[in-house]
């Protein structure tokens, strides 16, 4: 659900407001690369001018903190007067309290930064869509022939999925996502909340494998101050944060079996306590959840609630292993080579041969569309076939009944990972030259996070020559 579609000039201008003109222009630079308009306002004062002034803008990505009027105000002065285009906040701060404000206040959607380009072109798409939005010409088209972003696959597995999430994405039933992991169960999670009437509303996401017991339940559910060490301040927990939009569970499987009681809970009354509160909290939030488990199965070990699966499993929707879908894999390749090629620039048409497309056919795909994102990721940052092939022939096998690729020399798969680091290291050196070495500019470029930047510089051995001698 990444890439802004194509709308052959009909998508409607972003417009990008920050007071830090260098934020202006790198985000401006990135949107145009894959054939966003952007319009520019250096402050909240001109921000308001121009929303209020019923510019034809399909979204507003804006700072919360700026010096003359902060993002906040703007949106609130720009609600208050019947204006309607969604709105993303960003902030470098990552407080619940101001999420739950800006959301009050009338946010479409909330990021951090620093920004990951893919988290924000998500959002664009998703406000481009929402229930009640003006759509582009181009876009309505697509949205009447079901061709929606993130709906890529043509097999008869796919088409059955988006058929059950057509039919109960408007309703507020529970739905459990279950498949292997990096199958796309988020992807599906986000379309049920994207074609619902709470699209327009926040959709709060939590990983319920990532975080202990304790620290899940105050995530959750949030804390008062001095509940335990350490809770210096209340915290609204996410499903406050998701009050009238949609919570996706994800790993639910994963869940400690107490905390699984007080979510059963909360599934009945649609109202819970903070951790260390007194006092009850009513939300309305539709629950999507997924796991990569067998959860029947973890009920007979006593691993999860009986009572819950039955609470969350309303409506069941299996996303099938790419191993079982080849027809998509074509698709899928087209659709990641749009996305991660302009801001590489390279030639799309140029950057998978049939030779590799049919080495990926027959690949057995252990990760799913996950690893097979990343594949053509590394295509395109490296631009090296040979190296693509040489890795598909040397890490996983192929599927059953397809033929055997030709076998790798001993020393091959050695010589592989050397020119894949060597590659690397180039593209992250020169993104580092075009900017300065300023590594979250460049972590902006390669489309990586800043942390998996900083990883790769050490790994590389990269050496900034200002800090030499």
């Known amino acids: 659900m990444d890439a802004i579609p194509e709308t052959q000039g009909f998508a409607p201008p972003v417009l990008l407001v920050d007071d830090e003109e260098s934020s202006l222009r790198l985000l401006k630079e990135i949107l145009e690369a894959r054939g966003q308009p952007v319009e520019l306002a250096a402050s909240g004062a001109q921000a308001l001018a121009r929303l209020q002034a019923g510019a034809p803008f399909g979204s507003a990505v804006m700072d919360l903190r700026m010096p003359d009027i902060d993002g906040l105000t703007v949106l609130r002065r720009y609600r208050e007067g019947g204006g309607q285009v969604p709105v993303i906040m960003l902030s470098g701060d990552a407080e619940a309290g101001l999420v739950v404000k800006a959301m ?31 759509l582009p010409r181009a876009v309505a088209e697509e949205r009447a022939d079901a061709s929606l972003p993130g709906w890529v696959g043509a ?36 379309e049920l909340h994207r074609r ?10 939590i990983n319920c494998a990532a975080l202990p017991g304790e620290l899940l339940e105050s995530e959750l559910f949030g804390h008062e101050r001095g509940a335990f060490t350490g809770a210096t301040a209340e915290k609204p927990g996410k499903f406050e944060l998701a009050d009238r939009g949609t919570l996706f569970l994800d790993e639910i499987g994963e869940m400690d079996v107490r905390l699984q009681a007080k979510l059963l809970a909360v599934l009945q009354d649609q109202e819970f306590f903070r951790v260390g509160g007194k006092r009850s909290l009513k939300v309305d939030v539709r629950i999507v959840v997924a796991t990569n488990r067998d959860l029947e199965t973890a009920i007979r070990q006593g691993l999860f609630r009986e009572d819950l699966y039955y609470r969350l499993n309303v409506v069941a929707v299996r996303v099938s292993p790419l191993r079982e879908r080849r027809e998509d894999i074509r698709p899928l390749v087209e659709h990641f080579v749009g996305k991660y090629a302009p801001g590489a620039q390279v030639d799309p048409g140029k950057l998978v041969s049939e030779r590799l497309l049919q080495r990926f ?11 097979l994102e990343n594949v053509v990721r590394r295509l395109v940052v490296l631009g090296d076939e040979q190296a693509i092939l040489a890795e598909l022939a040397a890490h996983a096998p192929a599927l059953p009944g397809a033929p055997v690729p030709s076998a790798v020399e001993p020393g091959l798969k050695v010589v592989a ?53």
């Open 104 to 134: 009050r206040a009338g946010a479409t959607d909330y990021l951090t930064k620093p920004i990951v380009v893919g988290d924000l072109v998500a959002a664009i798409d998703r406000a481009r869509h929402r229930e009640g939005a003006p």
């Open 155 to 190: 097999s008869v597995q796919m088409q059955k999925t988006w058929e059950i999430v057509e039919r109960v994405a408007d309703s507020d039933v529970p739905v459990l996502v279950h498949g292997e992991s990096g199958v796309g169960k988020e992807v599906v999670a986000r």
């Open 196 to 205: 619902s009437r709470r699209s327009g509303q926040a959709f709060v996401k």
């Open 361 to 371: 056919l027959e690949h057995a795909w252990p990760g799913n569309v996950r690893e």
């Open 417 to 469: 990972r050397r020119a894949a680091m060597l590659a690397e290291r180039e593209a992250i050196v020169g993104a580092l030259k075009r900017t300065g070495w300023n590594k979250r500019k460049a972590a902006l470029r390669l489309q990586i996070s800043y942390k998996a930047l900083l990883y790769k510089i050490k790994e590389c051995g990269i050496a900034d020559p200002r800090e030499a001698g």
